[in-house]
């Protein structure tokens, strides 16, 4: 790694790659890779991958930029204006080297969830074989299905996803038919005051939470988007599309929540696993055990995303590694999925979800860093990317050194440690709220993220021109 600085990427033409892949390849390897991933076992890995392509369409690039010349016509009415993938992107606010650590973030966190996918989803199988399909069993039919979606690339994740969101819409809705009547809306709560400010400070980053590991895939997504499409379009498509689903799946938990107290059968069910509860809770059972089926393929459909992004930020940890290709890094992080997924079946669903929470506190510092380097210093709102070199994506020599990326991320980190509020942890501006304190975690990431990378990276740009 210590000679990824010393070469700049220069374009060459790769001997037995596809015109279309051949420059993406290219943009990946460093000039002093080049003769070792032309020859020998990369060079084999290689040209597997394009035999896999040409047979069953198996993606063949990796994490270099998409040309408008290069993307699928398939996705013609689409749209990404920088079309490369977001840790990529944010090498030009956080810098080359400290883009690695949200790499190596980001890795953890979309392994983490995948696990969390699988065991919730193998539960469900469980239930649904009234406990003769062991829950290993179950995890491991859900990360396989997973795993092959993601191992074909960008096209079987659309088309999968595709139609898997509304078939969920639909589930949901069913089981807000089953829950809302039991619902109890009736009892007060005994909280007031700062207590009950500091309650629904921690509910509201439970909900932030869950949806914030998505900042740092979410434009891997958007790469094969023309140019043009309205960027307001995607806006608020995403916006909605993050928004709506995590709505409606906290208020159905919410609802459930509340009549556990009421419904005797219910809580027994839930102590069990959660598809005992939704058995419990919807009739007649065997419904209820078509329903489960399906929502087991939400955890599939979450962790085939998590694994194709995964696999994307091992490649962006050191440039030699981006020769290596996808479907190889995919394959490993299905190994460590499954393998975290069995281990933690029993003991680790509740260790996985609460140390997960803690990674969404990164992304605020994240967002924050990306969007005022966008908006303030790149004058994006107007000029958009243009005043991105969006060539020098892989050149370290023409990206910003990242002292001020580095520093306020590390500001960040730091706001998120004195304001979270954890089973685990309690920071000691959260412990001031109420009696049983209040998670602004968030928050402070945000401001302390803000009020260290405004100034440093006016520095930065000043005394470096980067």
Known sequence: MQDEEKYPVEPKVVVGASDKSSASVEDEVPPYMRDASNKGILAKLRGWEEALDRKIGVETHGISRRRPEDRDPAYASWSNQAVMFLVSISRYSIGWWPSKLIAALNVVEQIGWSSVGCITGGQALAAVSDGTLGSELG?????????????????????????????????????????????????????????????????????????????????????????????????????????????????????????????????????SGIGYLIQTMVRPVGFAKFLLVILAFSGIAMTAIAMYSAGLSVQQFARPLGVVPRFIWTSIMFVAIILLALVGRDQLLIFLQNFLSLLGYWNTSFFVILSTEHYLYRGGLRRGFQDYDLDAWNNPKLLPFGWAGGLAFAAGVAGAVVGMSETFYVGVLAAKIGDSSGDIGNQLSFLFTLAVYVPARWAERKFTRR
């Open 139 to 271: 995890v491991i039919i859900a990360a396989v299905c997973a795993f092959v979606v993601s191992f074909v690339g960008l096209k079987a994740v659309f088309t999968y996803e595709k139609f898997a969101g509304l078939v969920l819409a639909v589930v949901f809705v069913i089981m807000y038919g089953f829950a809302g009547p039991s619902a109890d809306l009736a009892t007060p709560t005994a909280l007031a005051g700062p207590t009950l400010s500091g309650t629904a400070l921690t509910l509201f980053a439970v909900l932030y939470g869950s949806s914030a590991s998505w900042c740092s895939i979410v434009s891997d997504y958007y790469v094969e988007y023309p140019v043009d499409t309205s960027k307001w379009k995607v806006f608020l498509l995403t916006t909605l599309g993050n928004s709506i689903p995590t709505c409606l799946g906290m208020v159905l938990g919410c609802i459930c929540g509340s009549a556990l107290n009421n419904k005797a059968d219910w809580l027994g069910s839930y102590d």
